[in-house]
């Protein structure tokens, strides 16, 4: 069986200031992970996903993920936040069945200051 | 690309009304996946359908709840005797299910209120 956590339901940052967005997973097989992001009134929308390629991962708009098997991880990063990046994230796991159910975290809601 | 297209955008309804609710996949996608979102949670699966083939089903979908997708293009979920519990947003994906993985594309949902 597969599950996320996702350590934090709300993280709060300033415009400018590095965004961490924590996970955990667990997966009895080699996982596929991805961030999801939702803004307000919008649909999901796919920041990035690791493959069992490179560890680190770049997504779009400057955000970034690692796997870390180690430490059954995929923490979401981004170097400066910006306003629009306010919106909930998803950590989601699929353990690579051949139609990639998806398992997601509960969200975490970043909250974006000026 | 129009993307995935969902249909209502909201629903309110009494208890104990059927209702069904429709999805509009991206064209050349034969994947097609519906997800529910309660307040405060993720997604969670409930079906999916490869072409018009109905693959797996969540235990989360219960005897009331019933999805079609009859000629491998749009889908409906329909929804029998509504109870209160069933209050949330109904997510539908498609994925065009080619390579490793093949990214879902999300519609905007419909958000089901039952009074």
């Known amino acids: 069986a597969q599950s996320v956590t996702q350590l934090d339901s709300h993280v709060s940052v300033s415009e400018g200031t590095p965004v961490l967005l924590r996970c955990n997973y667990s997966s009895s097989y080699s996982p596929s992970l991805f961030w999801y992001v939702q803004h307000p009134n919008k649909g999901l929308q796919l920041l990035l996903k690791?493959?069992?390629?490179?560890?680190l991962v770049k997504g779009i708009n400057g955000f970034e993920a690692e796997f870390k098997k180690s430490e059954t991880s995929f923490h979401l990063t981004k170097p400066s936040a910006h306003m629009s990046d306010a919106a909930e994230y998803f950590c989601v796991v699929s353990e690579n069945s051949g139609y990639s159910t998806l398992t997601f975290g509960k969200g975490t809601m970043l909250l974006v200051s000026p | 690309d129009t993307g995935v297209s969902q249909d209502p955008r909201h629903k309110i309804t009494k208890r104990g009304q059927n209702v069904t609710f429709r999805c509009d996949p991206i064209s050349e996608h034969n994947r097609l996946y519906w997800y529910r979102q309660t307040l405060g949670q993720g997604p969670e699966f409930l079906t999916y359908f490869q072409n018009e083939a109905q693959l797996e089903k969540s235990r989360l979908l219960s005897n009331r709840f019933s999805a079609e997708r009859p000629k491998g293009s749009f889908s409906t979920l329909e929804i029998q005797r509504t109870e209160q519990g069933d209050s949330a947003m109904y997510l539908c994906?498609?994925?065009?299910?080619?390579?490793?993985?093949?990214?879902?594309?999300f519609g905007n949902g419909t958000r089901l209120t039952v009074t």
């Open positions: 690791y493959t069992s390629a490179a560890t």
């Open positions: 994906a498609s994925s065009s299910g080619t390579g490793t993985y093949s990214p879902l594309h």
